[in-house]
T-cell receptor
Framework: NAGVTQTPKFRVLKTGQSMTLLCAQDMNHEYMYWYRQDPGMGLRLIHYSVGEGTTAKGEVPDGYNVSRLKKQNFLLGLESAAPSQTSVYFC??????????????FGPGTRLTVT | GNSVTQMEGPVTLSEEAFLTINCTYTATGYPSLFWYVQYPGEGLQLLLKATKADDKGSNKGFEATYRKETTSFHLEKGSVQVSDSAVYFCALSGAGSYQLTFGKGTKLSVIP
């Protein structure tokens, strides 16, 4: 099991460029999430998905779009990158198990710099 | 809404010292509580969890007890090692919710 993987690991963009971050999980999890991590801010939820074909906004969705065409993949898109989107992006997944605690499993992260 | 407040770092300890990282929360109902750890250059890993009042989560020598009366979930370890150097995040999921609310993280450095 690879768990949660993210592609790419690093990326540098110029302001206005677009890109897509790919997240893949092989644990058959229903739920997937995209977070951004900034110094002193902890993790903030960008978008999430509770199943194939469904997505929803999190705490900081502006400037991002997502798609969940396949259960195992969750894509995060930046249509027109801005320096404020310089951050480390984490993908996570979880399953609606019988436990009340929905543990999330995280990928290794993508470090994005927008100049 | 839900919120998590944890002690600000960074925290620097000598090897074999006692560790406490404070975490308090605000939530309605009975949330589940978590501690995640992030080692340098890596993603977050679940360290321990507790799902109801008075539960004690434990793993790798770390412990935390769910205290509903004080809305706290403090992380403790009796004797830290250099390999424990990492950022620690307290988090909660509201009753019936699959979303996590994170604290801002506490960076721990352990020196030999």
């Amino acid at each position: 099991n690879a768990g949660v993987t993210q592609t790419p690991k690093f990326r540098v963009l110029k302001t206005g460029q677009s890109m897509t971050l790919l997240c893949a999980q092989d644990m058959n999890h229903e739920y997937m999430y995209w977070y951004r991590q900034d110094p002193g801010m902890g993790l903030r939820l960008i978008h999430y998905s509770v199943g194939e074909g469904t997505t929803a906004k999190g705490e900081v969705p502006d400037g991002y779009n997502v798609s969940r065409l396949k259960k195992q993949n969750f894509l995060l898109g930046l249509e027109s990158a801005a320096p404020s989107q310089t951050s480390v992006y984490f993908c996570a997944s979880s399953y609606p198990g019988t436990s009340p605690a929905y543990e999330q499993y995280f990928g290794p992260g993508t470090r994005l710099t927008v100049t | 809404g839900n919120s998590v407040t944890q002690m600000e770092g960074p925290v620097t300890l000598s090897e074999e010292a006692f560790l406490t990282i404070n975490c308090t929360y605000t939530a309605t109902g009975y949330p589940s509580l978590f501690w995640y750890v992030q080692y340098p250059g890596e993603g977050l890993q679940l360290l321990l969890k507790a799902t109801k009042a008075d539960d004690k989560g434990s793993n790798k020598g770390f412990e935390a007890t769910y205290r509903k009366e004080t809305t706290s979930f403090h992380l403790e370890k009796g004797s830290v090692q250099v390999s424990d150097s990492a950022v620690y995040f307290c988090a909660l999921s509201g009753a019936g919710s699959y979303q996590l609310t994170f604290g801002k993280g506490t960076k721990l450095s352990v020196i030999p």
